[in-house]
């Protein structure tokens, strides 16, 4: 059974990162044009972004726990190999060409095998989320039959403490220092920053139906813990001094987790998915991986226009690197392997009562 939540919530989190990047590009260069409280507002609303990359890691778990209940089958991760990981170490490669050739002005093969290596091993590029993924596959295959037995309640709790105390060591005491040559720190990319979106993820997709009346039933907490997280994380992004904008937050951790059963809840009550979100959905990992890299050159051009506006900036950078990256993802999908380079685009199985009456017709 499909969850057509799903298909939502991943178009809202695939645009929110676009758009995030979009905002993150254009502050690079006209930072220093805005004043210091328009600063303050444009870092709280990207800070509201935040829940997009947990969002759409906790979908990979759900989507794994509710498609195999009693554990995934045989040959899962080569088929994962072939169409999430080679994807990977394709981008890898191209972001290891573009960072240390173009950004850093360092055509050595050297330089490029460090920054190449440094990408594949530690995540240090665009691609670490699918680290991450991966490492979700694997814990699902080893602590399955774990989970089915353990206590929900103190699965997550502990988890729940060993997240939040890894993402505040992260944030408080030993923030990592974000470089020119590694902008997306290590300390971002291991399992214990992660665990907790994996074990609700896991409860979650695994028990749907009761998940689903427990948010009906709770659905006033749900909503009201998504405004007041919300709330609290703005202030911290917009009154302090020393607190990065980013999703390995202790405080993101509790406003990401309240946004994805608020979305849970909200879109339970849609019939149908419009087609326009099917779409962006269906393509949204090729455009996680491609859109970047379009918002590189997209700046570079935008930099000889100064006369656009910053706002109309980040919106041309979003729809341009959003539809580029779907019609990049499309073309080269025509291709017998083209999947192996920029990802699989999803196609929706047919309904099993459809397959029953074909297989019968006649």
């Given at each position: 059974m499909q969850v057509k939540e799903i298909f939502v919530i991943r178009f809202i989190s695939c645009l929110s990162v676009v758009l995030l990047h979009a905002i993150s590009m254009v502050?690079?260069?006209?930072?220093?044009?805005?004043?210091?409280t328009v600063f303050r507002v444009v870092e709280s609303f990207r800070t509201l972004l935040m829940f997009s990359t947990p969002a759409f890691i906790f979908i990979s778990e759900f989507l794994l726990?509710?498609?195999?209940?009693?554990?995934?089958?045989?040959?899962?991760?080569?088929?994962?190999?072939?169409?999430?990981?080679?994807?990977?170490?394709?981008?890898?490669?191209?972001?290891?060409?573009?960072?240390?050739?173009?950004?850093?002005?360092q055509f050595h093969a050297s330089v490029i095998m460090k920054k190449l290596l440094a990408n594949i091993f530690l995540g240090n590029f665009i691609g670490y989320f699918i680290l991450v993924i991966f490492q979700f596959y694997l814990l699902h295959m080893c602590f399955h039959s774990f989970l089915q037995k353990a206590s929900p309640k103190w699965v997550l709790s502990f988890s729940f403490a060993v997240t939040a105390a890894y993402l505040s060591y992260f944030t408080f005491i030993h923030p990592p220092v974000v470089q020119e040559e590694a902008p997306f720190p290590f300390s971002w990319v291991p399992f214990p920053g992660w665990l907790f979106y994996f074990c609700l993820a896991y409860y979650c997709g695994k028990n749907y139906e009761r998940f689903l009346a427990l948010l009906e039933r709770y659905r006033h907490a749900v909503y009201a813990a998504a405004a007041v997280t919300?709330?609290?994380?703005?202030?911290?992004?917009?009154?302090?001094?020393?607190?990065?904008?980013?999703?390995?937050?202790p405080d993101i951790l509790l406003y990401s987790t309240s946004v994805i059963f608020s979305c849970f809840h909200l879109f339970s009550k849609l019939k149908s998915v419009p087609k326009l979100i099917m779409m962006i959905s269906n393509y949204s990992f090729s455009i996680y991986l491609l859109h970047a890299f379009i918002l590189i050159f997209g700046l570079v051009i935008l930099t000889s226009f100064e006369s656009i506006g910053t706002v109309s900036a980040v919106l041309l950078l979003f729809f341009i690197s959003t539809g580029v990256a779907v019609f990049i993802s499309w073309a080269v999908n025509k291709l017998k392997y083209g999947y192996m380079f920029v990802g699989k685009i999803y196609v929706p199985k047919k309904r099993r009562i459809e397959q029953k009456v074909s297989h019968h017709a006649g």
């Amino acid at each position: 059974m499909q969850v057509k939540e799903i298909f939502v919530i991943r178009f809202i989190s695939c645009l929110s990162v676009v758009l995030l990047h979009a905002i993150s590009m254009v502050l690079m260069v006209r930072a220093d044009m805005l004043g210091d409280t328009v600063f303050r507002v444009v870092e709280s609303f990207r800070t509201l972004l935040m829940f997009s990359t947990p969002a759409f890691i906790f979908i990979s778990e759900f989507l794994l726990a509710h498609a195999y209940p009693g554990g995934v089958p045989e040959g899962f991760l080569k088929k994962r190999f072939k169409t999430i990981f080679i994807p990977f170490l394709f981008i890898a490669v191209l972001d290891a060409f573009m960072t240390a050739g173009l950004m850093m002005q360092q055509f050595h093969a050297s330089v490029i095998m460090k920054k190449l290596l440094a990408n594949i091993f530690l995540g240090n590029f665009i691609g670490y989320f699918i680290l991450v993924i991966f490492q979700f596959y694997l814990l699902h295959m080893c602590f399955h039959s774990f989970l089915q037995k353990a206590s929900p309640k103190w699965v997550l709790s502990f988890s729940f403490a060993v997240t939040a105390a890894y993402l505040s060591y992260f944030t408080f005491i030993h923030p990592p220092v974000v470089q020119e040559e590694a902008p997306f720190p290590f300390s971002w990319v291991p399992f214990p920053g992660w665990l907790f979106y994996f074990c609700l993820a896991y409860y979650c997709g695994k028990n749907y139906e009761r998940f689903l009346a427990l948010l009906e039933r709770y659905r006033h907490a749900v909503y009201a813990a998504a405004a007041v997280t919300g709330c609290f994380i703005v202030a911290v992004s917009y009154f302090g001094q020393d607190i990065a904008v980013t999703s390995k937050r202790p405080d993101i951790l509790l406003y990401s987790t309240s946004v994805i059963f608020s979305c849970f809840h909200l879109f339970s009550k849609l019939k149908s998915v419009p087609k326009l979100i099917m779409m962006i959905s269906n393509y949204s990992f090729s455009i996680y991986l491609l859109h970047a890299f379009i918002l590189i050159f997209g700046l570079v051009i935008l930099t000889s226009f100064e006369s656009i506006g910053t706002v109309s900036a980040v919106l041309l950078l979003f729809f341009i690197s959003t539809g580029v990256a779907v019609f990049i993802s499309w073309a080269v999908n025509k291709l017998k392997y083209g999947y192996m380079f920029v990802g699989k685009i999803y196609v929706p199985k047919k309904r099993r009562i459809e397959q029953k009456v074909s297989h019968h017709a006649g």
